[in-house]
């Protein structure tokens, strides 16, 4: 995949195949626009496509991991950074624009995330509000600082929260929980996410990168095949009976106990030794594009 400085993030690759996303408008709080939500996707989708990334980290730089879009009105420019994708226009000057708007530009960026099978984890620096929100939610795992604040708070402004946070909210802390935290604005403090199930874990500001990235090599050093298809089976079920459930486990796991990283799971345990997942991986693995660390 492509790295170097987009418009609104920049992107460099981890070693084993860590894909960090840092979000670098600081001086809007990381506030989201077409053009960033456009390259953002096909970013994820390079990330989707490219055997040698295995997790996809997001962050944010300055005070905010994402505030939201970018509603200041202002001019907004990319200096030094390239476009992935051609500018179309961003609609929503009419009803059906608006809709238009949503289905094509805003809410894929929150579908990409969801349709990767590779694991996402959302490092939350900052302020995480509205399309910020969202976007940490429907990554996979979030990890906050001690100084992260989260909330949707679209009713501030008279907006709906159009981008799939109701869903994403309903789906991590429930129906009464998320009519209390959308129709009373709410934003919360890193520990109160905590406590709500919007994050996994709470660190302090220093330890937030170190601990994201320690998470994606663990993540990283497991079996890639089988955890994508748990994740993808993961999410399924939450949509399944649990007999539709048990056939597509079923399914998956014909391919799975196929995969060579199965037969080098059980070599590995017979011989009381940690097993080297993923050489299909690292055969193909290209040398350049990649950053230390």
Known sequence: ????????FEVSIH???IALVTFDRPERLNGTTPQMKRDLVETLLQAQMDDAIRVIVLTGSGRAFCAGDDITGRAVEYPGARALVPDIPPGHNHPTGTYNGLRALSQPLNLAVRNLDKLTIAAVNGLAIQTGLSLALACDFAVAST???????????????????QFLLVERIGVAKTMDFLMRKRIVSAA???DLGLVHEV???????????GLARELAEGPQVAMRMLKRSIYNAAEMTFAQALDEIA????????HPDAAEGVKAFQEKRKPRFNRWIEERRPAATRSPG
């Open 1 to 8: 995949m492509e790295t170097g400085k987009f418009r609104g």
């Open 15 to 17: 070693d084993p195949g």
């Open 147 to 165: 100084e992260a604040k989260l909330g949707s708070a679209t009713l501030r402004f008279g907006f709906l929260p159009d981008e799939g946070g």
């Open 192 to 194: 109160e996410a905590l």
């Open 203 to 213: 660190v302090p500001p220093a330890e937030l990168m170190p601990r994201a990235m």
């Open 251 to 258: 399914a998956k796991t014909a391919v799975s106990d196929h």
